[in-house]
């Protein structure tokens, strides 16, 4: 059995709670032993980064050294903000000792930083450490028939040089994810488009635009549902999916999900554990597409690709 | 007793501003062998020169240091200083004060002026042990190679057999035209490509000085400046090139279809083929890569139909040699892989394309006759948006450089869109308009004006596919806002790269690249088309981006160099070669070991004065002998001495110090 350090941040202990509960199922299922950081502090966010450089980095680094006293190797993060706040500050302590050493001078009493021990996101770690195969052995009730949006949003990925994982513009890791449980990923542009962040509580306007756009081109896309590994991303395109309806005077419908509530459906943990009733959009018109056999229509070929054929003869 | 002369240079600012010259000037002057020094703003000036030449006679001296740049620079300038005044010109030592001190010690002057006082100090030991030496005459082999046959070999071979020179002229693919061969018009006066480039191709066929060799390769050079051996591989073409008519049986009748490479893959060739029609030589070759008889041992179809029994799969390659006295090296450009550009969907969308496809596609004899069209669906697209510096100026993904020709041939893209389909309409995504040459300026505003093609100044962050449409996505700088275009068609200004093969030929030839793959030229400025190879000279992309006019240019400056180096009968060599005393010899040969220019021979000779009995010793082809010293280094008897690097004048400078 892998045992890995869990930093479950804020939201899951509010908002997205049923991205907690589901990532503790999905981890159980897979054999993976979590060990919550035991008194881990506020990430940042937004607000410590924004406003002072020192408060950005020491509030990060605390909950990095008090993972070291885990002796896990690794850690993982559902939420895409911690984890952002949390790579980063690894990324910049590792490279500039001077930095960490300054940094770690204010928080007394912690114990020393070390760097022992790796941050990925829960997207990461399942794609990497347990590994699609590992996935797929152990679902039972494949969610086939779903045609699914992966939204990944901006932070997972991104910046390239500190996350090193997956591709910065059109990753793929989450798509290969819910093709492993049996559902369909959508040709989906959107996947790393900004959908407004925190811009949700003081600018609302924002978000109604920049998630409106995500839901349309996931509409477009032909999914049933969209699926996402952040809670901000998640509030954003479920609770402010009525406002933008309202306001672009059209009807998306598009349940979303997190990536874990789908595995642990897949896995065969029944619906109700999954804390559906949080959702602001119903979840069952998705549903309803399990099972459903599609079948791809043959791409007909090109007029160009026919002629150059005849050209050629 | 010597009297030696040191001559400081001021190099402008780049030596006096970091190094005190006045007091280099007073350390020369308490060695007692100096019996004159001065300094000089610039020394390799005429003014500068004529010091060296009046001090010489005025103050009798029997050695000459100057105290400058690398003697890379203007060794050569100052020897010929010394010849003008009557002395041998290998009396001169150069210390490096420049390279070697004031640009590498810019921040502490006290450490500079003391290194640049060592410098001269060990020159001046060295240049007391100094000899007179001659140069050397070699014999010089009048024919040129020339590698690669697009718009840069053409033209260089063209104007060195225009000077009854011989010259070979290498292509790796069986056609020559290169590039050129796949333009459909050319900036800023479209005229068409082919038809500027076709009679050139077929000169260089009929050409009684040009010996033409495609589908083959350079795979050795050895020797020196003049007297060069080439082997060259050629490729089996499975077609006897004497008997074939270029009837086009064989590719009409062959049923394997390869992706075009000519066309850029938008259509399809044959197994047998000929790159296009207007091939020169216009003969097929077989691909064997696809091949079905070559591969699996089946079909032979095109030998069947050919009525001059022209196709031999028994073929082989064949391996032939030149001698020669010069290289031109035209190898050319490749198009950068735009992949890195995820957020475009590149290799996601059909309808994203490379300039080059879309060259072809406008192209008159190009895969889609002269039509653009969208490739996923065919339809002829109204709306294009053109977007440059794709890899280019773009460290994060690409290369840092400016590929130079890619405002120019996307303004050509959008007046030739304008003739092809009058009712469309460019948008074109640039970051600066570099417009530079002669005609070029107005030739954008023509673009711009005649067309009416919408010049965007800012970055495009995202394409996404919208129903048919392909929406992108950019900034429109100079009014500060997000603009978003729906196009049917984009295409890419990719970065121009030099081929991959380049590290590899440049390592083959014994000259050098740069990190991008770029064959290096021996000055940028004053040296643009040699090598640091003696003998060897660039045209073209191979040494950096260009365009057609710049390449002509270049080439027709190889062909120059080509000419002058092959005026005389033979070619002056630096005396500074080694050579072998006999009497320490002891025939261990180790020397015939280490000379990586295979220079040194063995002889036998008499044991002593008059005996029959021989023993066996070392001896130096001076033709051959570069100077490098590694022979002198191994020698265990001391036997080898290097002209120039004598014992004497290397213990001098240790003393010195």
Request: net charge neutral; proline share 5%.
């Amino acid at each position: 059995m892998k045992k890995v350090t869990y930093f479950p941040g804020c939201s899951a202990h509010g908002t997205s709670e049923e991205f907690d509960q589901t990532v503790k199922m999905v981890m159980k299922t897979l054999d993976v032993e979590m060990e919550e950081i035991p008194d881990w502090n506020c990430c940042g966010a937004t607000s410590a980064h924004t406003m002072n450089e020192s408060l950005a980095y020491a509030l990060p680094l605390r909950n990095l050294v008090l993972a070291e006293r885990l002796h896990n190797d690794t850690m993982t993060i559902p939420c895409a903000s911690c984890y952002q706040r949390m790579k980063v500050t690894k990324a910049h302590m590792d490279e500039d000792p001077a930095l960490a050493g300054r940094i770690n001078s204010t928080i007394v009493g912690e114990g020393s930083y070390e760097g022992k021990v790796a941050v990925k996101s829960m997207l990461q770690y399942c794609y990497e450490d347990v590994g699609l195969d590992a996935i797929k052995a152990k679902v039972t009730s494949p969610i086939s028939g779903m045609k699914l949006a992966c939204y990944y949003g901006c932070l997972l990925t991104r910046p390239k040089a500190i996350t090193q994982f997956d591709s910065p513009e059109y990753p793929m890791s989450m798509d290969h994810i819910v093709e492993a449980l049996g559902a369909k990923a959508t040709a989906f542009d959107f996947k790393t488009e900004c959908c407004g962040a925190s811009f949700s509580i003081s600018d609302t306007d924002v978000v109604l635009q920049l998630s409106g756009k995500i839901l349309e081109m996931a509409k477009e896309s032909g999914a049933h549902a969209i699926v996402v590994a952040c809670p901000l991303c998640q509030s954003n395109l479920d609770m402010r999916q009525p406002d933008i309806e309202k306001k672009y005077k059209i009807k998306y419908n598009l349940p979303v999900f997190y990536l874990t509530q789908l595995m642990a459906m897949a896995f065969g943990y029944p619906k109700d554990k999954m804390m559906f009733a949080k959702h602001i959009i119903p979840v069952d018109s998705a549903l309803a597409h399990i099972g459903e056999v599609t079948e791809e229509p043959k791409p007909a070929k090109s007029k160009k690709a026919v002629k150059a054929e005849s050209e050629a003869e | 007793m010597a009297r030696v002369g040191v001559f400081v240079c001021f190099c402008g600012a780049n030596i006096a501003d970091f190094v005190d010259v006045k007091a280099v000037i007073e350390e020369a002057k308490t060695i007692k062998e100096v019996k004159y020094a001065i300094d000089y703003k610039y020394m390799c000036s005429d003014p500068g020169q004529q010091m060296i030449r009046d001090a010489i006679v005025q103050y009798r001296l029997t050695s000459i240091v100057v105290a400058a740049c690398s003697p890379r620079m203007h060794e050569k300038t100052f020897r010929k200083a010394l010849s003008d005044a009557g002395m041998n010109p290998y009396l001169l030592e150069v210390a490096n004060i420049r390279e070697h001190s004031s640009w590498v010690h810019q921040k502490d002057k006290k450490a500079a002026t003391e290194k640049a006082g060592d410098l001269v100090r060990m020159a001046v030991a060295k240049s007391i042990a100094n000899e007179q030496l001659h140069e050397i005459s070699v014999p010089v082999t009048k024919r040129a190679l020339v590698i690669g046959g697009g718009i840069a070999g053409i033209q260089a071979a063209l104007d060195i057999a225009d000077a009854r020179i011989p010259v070979t002229l290498v292509e790796r693919s069986p056609s020559i035209g290169g590039r050129m061969a796949q333009l459909d018009e050319t900036f800023p006066t479209l005229d068409c490509s082919q038809c500027i480039l076709t009679p050139k191709m077929v000169d260089v066929a009929s050409h009684p000085y040009i010996e033409l060799i495609p589908y083959s390769e350079v795979i050795e050079l050895d020797g020196y400046v003049g007297n060069y051996k080439a082997k060259i591989r050629k490729k089996a073409s499975y077609v006897n090139f004497k008997t074939c008519t270029g009837c086009g049986t064989c590719w009409q009748k062959c049923p394997v279809k390869v992706p075009n490479e000519f066309n850029c893959g938008i259509d399809n060739r044959k197994a047998i083929y000929t790159p296009f029609p207007q091939a020169v030589p216009n003969k097929p070759v077989i691909d064997a890569e696809h091949c079905t008889m070559l591969l699996k041992g089946k079909c032979g179809i095109c030998a069947k139909f050919c009525e001059k029994g022209s196709i031999d799969f028994k073929m082989q390659d064949e391996v032939i040699e030149r001698e020669i006295g010069a290289v031109v090296v035209a190898t050319g450009y490749d198009l950068w892989d735009a992949r890195p550009y995820e957020e475009y969907g590149v290799g996601r969308y059909k309808d994203i394309i490379n300039s080059l496809e879309f060259e072809r596609m406008v192209s008159a004899n190009g895969p889609t006759g002269g039509v653009p069209v969208r490739p996923s669906d065919g339809k002829v697209p109204k709306t294009v948006v053109f977007i440059k510096c794709i890899g280019s100026r773009d460290e994060a993904k690409g290369i840092e450089y400016c590929s130079k020709i890619c405002c120019m041939y996307t303004a050509k893209h959008a007046v030739l869109l304008h003739h092809k389909v009058h009712d469309s309409r460019a948008y074109i995504f640039y970051m600066d308009i570099r417009a530079a040459g002669k005609g070029y300026e107005e030739f954008v505003k023509r673009a711009q004006v005649e067309t009416g093609a919408i010049y965007l100044r800012g970055r495009v962050s995202k394409i996404y596919q919208k129903g048919e449409k392909l929406m992108v996505r950019g900034e429109d700088a100079q009014l500060g806002q997000e603009v978003e275009v729906e196009a049917d068609l984009v295409v890419l200004a990719t970065a121009i790269i030099p081929y991959k093969s380049n590290p590899a030929l440049a390592r083959l030839l014994g000259i050098s690249y740069d990190k991008y793959g770029y064959l290096s030229e021996a000055h940028p400025k004053l040296r643009p088309v040699e090598t640091a190879k003696a003998g060897i000279f660039l045209a073209g992309c191979t040494q950096a981006p260009k365009d057609i006019p710049e390449t002509v240019a270049q080439a027709s400056a190889c062909a120059a160099k080509v000419c002058g180096l092959f005026a005389g009968d033979t070619l002056k060599k630096d005396p500074m070669i080694s050579t072998v005393n006999r009497e320490f010899c002891s025939g261990c040969q180790n020397c015939v070991k280490v000379c990586p220019y295979q220079a040194i021979v063995t002889e036998d000779i008499p044991l002593g004065h008059g005996a029959k009995e021989m023993r066996t010793v070392a001896k130096i082809n001076e033709g051959v002998c570069q100077g490098c010293g590694s022979c002198v280094a191994i020698c265990r008897s001391m036997a080898i001495s290097l002209a120039g690097f004598t014992d004497p004048q290397i213990i001098n400078e240790i003393v010195a110090i």
